[in-house]
Every structure is written in C-alpha cells, then in structure tokens.
C-alpha cells in the first residue's frame, strides 16, 4: 500500500501515520517528493485494512499496490533513479553509457590492450569476467583474484571505472576491493542471499536478467536489493531462452520501454550475450537505443579469434570503433 500525504502536512503528520504503520506490523518507508511526501507500507503478505489510516490528519490518498515488487516501481518511487559510477550518471536525462571489454580476464596484455582499446573508442567503464559461470564444468572458468588485479591496473591504466561478476557470497570481499560495480549474472538473478548481501551494500549493481525470467520476476529480483537498503541498480536485458535458435538467445527490446514505464531504475542492454553472434551486435545496439535504453554492455576483445570465452559475438578493435562513431550519429538524431 502506498499512502499520499497532503503538500502541507506536518512532520508530526508523517510520524503519526508512520507509527499507525508500524503498529499494525508492518514497515514504513517514507517517500520524500518535491511536492508531497508518500509513506509506503512494506512486510505485508495480502490486503491491508487502510480505514484506521484513512482518516489520519495529512492523507491525502492510499493506494493499494499488489505488485511483488513496490520499492522498484513507479508507485513507490516515481522519480528516475540515476546511478551514479564516479563521475558516469546512468539514468534519465543523460547519455548512453557504454560498458565494454571481454567477456573473460585472460591475461595482464590482454586487459590492458582492452582497456585502451575501448577507452580510444570513448566507452565509459570496461568489463571483464574474473569469475566466470559457465555451462560446462571443462569451460575456462576465469583467473579469480588474479583477474581482478589485472582488470583493476588496466582500468586505472585507461582511466575507466571497472565492472565484473560475483557469483557467491564469499567473493564480495574481493570484487568490491577492485571492482567499481557489481554484476550480478543471468545465472545468479534469483540466488536471493547473494541479493540481500548486496543490497548491503553502497556499491553499484548490474542486475542481468535471468534467461527465463518473466518481467515481475525480473523486477522482484531487483526488490531484493533495494529492499536492504541499495538503490544504486542498473537493469540488464540480455536476452530470453525461447524455442528460437538461429540466435544465442531472442532479445526482448519491448521489455525497455515497458521497463521504463514500470519502474524507476535504469536499464541497459547487451547484445552480445543476446545474439552471440559479431554481426548482430551493432545493429541490435542501436536498435536498444532507439527502444530507450540508458546504455550498452557490449563485449570487446583485441583478438576474438583467439579468446577463452566468447569470441563469436565479440567485436574487434575497428569494429567497435565503428560502432561508437555510429552510436554518437544516433544519439544526434534521436536528441534533436
């Protein structure tokens, strides 16, 4: 339940009805606006009786929300959130941000050869997998810690803020040492203890979706993090598992725009993990920014013919180049 309090009403008039929430069992969280103050009511598990609140000096209004996920939406929140990575806004009213790098940290050549590489593009903050989740056990797996040092040296190197995956619990530690944003895999969206852990966090998160995760399921994974007290979460549409084929997954650019419309936190887009294949990558890029999406997560290696992970659906040095220059006669058009 969402609970509108009047424009004039007294910060004695939030607290009471604030207690009035909690007397009942129940969790409030006050939702300054410019205009009015908003209280939502967390923790309940079905409908909640609102005559007692109703008539409390101050509401304006309650609104019952059925929605799995409330602090995520635009009920609760309906003011953009930009994410903020050092001096890089991500959200409303700023330009795509461009994430780029290979999939997987291979060696301290290759991160630094990727790091300037991309930098030399104008991307805005490299990636690179230090811990890699992969469907086979025989995959390379990444190079751990290892990794993380060299995707740290390269990223100071270019003068970009770096991103890279955490799969467990246990590897916060670590990442959060090296890393300026968190990723959370496809794989790991409903490993919920892992989101309630990093919700604990201050340090941005990169929330991927899951392959077959419904959009509520999507958003509800995003609740968990918020929920513990981190609003810094930039949504990623990867693409879905359908009966489709020709591609490594059928990337769902509706959800951007519908994404938009449900919830306040920004969403990017990858299409590399969505299409794996080279040739796709570009033009579903400029497609995701044409449908609204905040930025990219786009895979570059200085040699794809001769990576660990992913090569197929990696852009070289040039091509991305080439991409770049035709995201920013894009952004030109669509900002006229």
Known sequence: MLIVMDHNATDQQIDAVKKAIEAMGLRAEPIPGSLRTAIGVLGNQGYVDDTSIRELPGVRETIHVSKPYKMVSRDFHPVST??????????????????????????????????????????????????????????????????????????????????????????????????????????????????????????????????????????????????????????????IRTFERATRNTLDLSVVPLIREMSHLPIIVDPSHATGKRSLVPVMAKAALVAGAHGLMIEVHPEPEKALCDGAQSLAGPGFSQLMEEIRRLQQFLDA
Do not use: W
Not at 90 to 99: A, Q
Not at 137 to 145: A, C, E, N
Not at 156 to 172: F, H, K, N, Y
Not at 206 to 221: D, I, Q, V, Y
């Open 82 to 239: 930009v994410v903020k990575v050092g001096d890089i806004a991500i959200g409303d009213g700023h330009p795509p941000v461009i994430i780029a790098g290979p999939c997987s940290i291979e060696t301290e050549e290759q991160m630094l050869a990727a790091a300037h590489l991309v930098k030399a593009a104008g991307a805005h903050i490299l990636r690179g997998g230090a811990f890699k989740p992969r469907t086979g056990p025989h995959s390379f797996q990444g190079l751990g810690v290892d990794g993380l040092k060299y995707l740290r040296q390269a990223g100071d190197a270019a003068g970009l803020p770096v991103i890279t995956e955490v799969m467990r619990i246990e590897q916060l530690e670590p990442v959060c040492r090296y890393a300026d944003v968190l990723q959370i895999g496809a794989r790991n969206m409903q490993n919920f203890d892992l989101l309630k852990e990093v919700g604990k966090l201050k340090c941005p998160v990169l929330l991927k979706r899951g392959m077959s995760a419904t959009l509520e399921e999507f958003l509800a994974a995003a609740e968990y993090i918020v929920a513990e007290g981190n609003d810094q979460v930039i949504l990623c549409e990867r693409g």
